[in-house]
């Protein structure tokens, strides 16, 4: 069996204590620093082309083609990373419609499936015209948290409440 003992002596901590527990009532402070984090690792993941498991992203055709990066060719998706922060959450996301598309990965196919006919038409970045069946989108997941991510929000954690015994 290990036990710590732990004895507080109040050598003017006392109102610092006051001040750290009065401010976990309303986190959002926090909650905000959290997010500047994990919109930073969002923002890493665009430039390396990795998911927060570490995975590089598939190339995207258009990457493959003419260069560039996957996921950044007009910069929206990149720049629509917003976290909103509350009294005890933070949330990181985006409005952009074809994000959820990107992360998960997708299969497109012809609205009419019961018309053998119906395909889907594209023009490729080289200017050639395809007819094809159905289109994958392999997933290339940029929100999530990783093992970096879980330091450095220990990291914010530990810094705002050292502020308060300064």
């Known amino acids: 069996m290990v ?10 901590l006392g109102s610092s204590i006051d001040r750290a527990l009065g401010a976990t009532a309303d986190l959002t402070p926090l909650m905000e ?3 500047a984090v994990l919109e930073a ?17 598939t190339p995207s055709h258009r990457a493959r083609e003419v260069g560039g990066a996957t996921l950044v060719d007009s910069t929206r998706l990149r720049d629509s990373i ?7 959450e933070v949330e990181i996301g985006t409005n ?5 598309t990107h ?11 019961t018309d053998a006919a119906a395909k889907l038409a594209f023009f490729l970045p080289n200017g050639q015209f395809i007819m094809v069946d159905q289109v994958e989108i392999p ?4 929100l999530g ?21 300064q």
């Open 33 to 35: 620093r959290i997010g």
């Open 3 to 12: 036990a710590l003992t732990f004895t507080l002596e109040d050598k003017g």
């Open 96 to 100: 952009v419609p074809y994000a959820a």
């Open 41 to 57: 690792s969002v923002n890493e993941r665009f430039l390396t082309g990795t998911g927060p498991d570490g995975e590089a992203w």
């Open 145 to 165: 948290i990783d093992a970096r991510d879980e330091i450095e929000i220990g990291e914010t954690v530990e810094a705002w409440f050292a502020e308060f015994f």
């Open 139 to 142: 997933a290339r997941p940029f």
């Open 103 to 113: 992360q998960f990965g997708a299969f497109i196919e012809p609205l009419d499936k």
């Open 82 to 88: 917003v976290t909103e922060a509350r009294q005890r």
